[in-house]
């Protein structure tokens, strides 16, 4: 395949990463990922919830992330027992703390995810504990977004 025809056929918004991290050199900016804020989350579900927390992710909650400045990164299950039944583990990407912070209350106040979280819950809550942990790239670390 010619490289065109490659680029051509490549959604826009997977070269945005790139076209920032391209831009911030040319003006002679730090790395903007060596700056980016990292918040590793983890839910543990109440026993046989986790196809309830997945299905709500993937249809309504990742795209409201999106909506506040949460940017969502990588979702994994677990492969072992006890946690593969019950653990979603992801990463989300944020500007500062600050901005982590005024765009997480924003989620938590949007009357769409309220109405999500209602309806998802009619048959119990889904969540029983959520560990969250802020992180920076470390100077050794090898990746890009």
Same mark, same amino acid.
Request: proline share 6%; net charge positive; hydrophobic share 40%.
């Given at each position: 395949?010619?490289?065109?025809?490659?680029?051509?056929?490549?959604?826009?918004?997977?070269?945005?990463?790139?076209?920032?991290?391209?831009?911030?050199?040319?003006?002679?900016?730090?790395?903007?990922?060596?700056?980016?804020?990292?918040? %590793?989350?983890?839910?543990?579900?109440?026993?046989?919830?986790?196809?309830?927390? %997945?299905?709500?992710?993937?249809?309504?909650?990742?795209?409201?992330?999106?909506?506040?400045?949460?940017?969502?990164?990588?979702?994994?299950?677990?492969?072992?027992?006890?946690?593969?039944?019950?653990? %979603?583990?992801?990463?989300?990407?944020?500007?500062?703390?600050?901005?982590?912070?005024?765009?997480?209350?924003?989620?938590?106040?949007?009357?769409?995810?309220?109405?999500?979280?209602?309806?998802?819950?009619?048959?119990?809550?889904?969540?029983?504990?959520?560990?969250?942990?802020?992180?920076?790239?470390?100077?050794?670390?090898?990746?890009? %977004?």
């Amino acid at each position: 395949m010619k490289r065109r025809t490659l680029l051509k056929t490549l959604p826009a918004a997977s070269l945005l990463p790139a076209t920032a991290w391209a831009t911030a050199h040319s003006k002679g900016l730090a790395d903007p990922i060596a700056e980016t804020i990292f918040e %590793l989350r983890v839910y543990h579900c109440y026993e046989g919830k986790l196809p309830d927390l %997945l299905k709500r992710f993937r249809e309504h909650t990742t795209k409201l992330f999106e909506k506040h400045g949460l940017k969502n990164i990588a979702y994994w299950t677990p492969t072992d027992d006890p946690a593969k039944s019950n653990t %979603l583990i992801y990463i989300l990407a944020h500007p500062s703390r600050e901005a982590a912070a005024t765009n997480w209350k924003a989620f938590h106040a949007d009357p769409e995810w309220i109405s999500v979280r209602d309806k998802s819950e009619a048959n119990g809550k889904i969540v029983e504990k959520v560990d969250s942990t802020y992180m920076v790239k470390t100077d050794f670390s090898n990746f890009v %977004l």
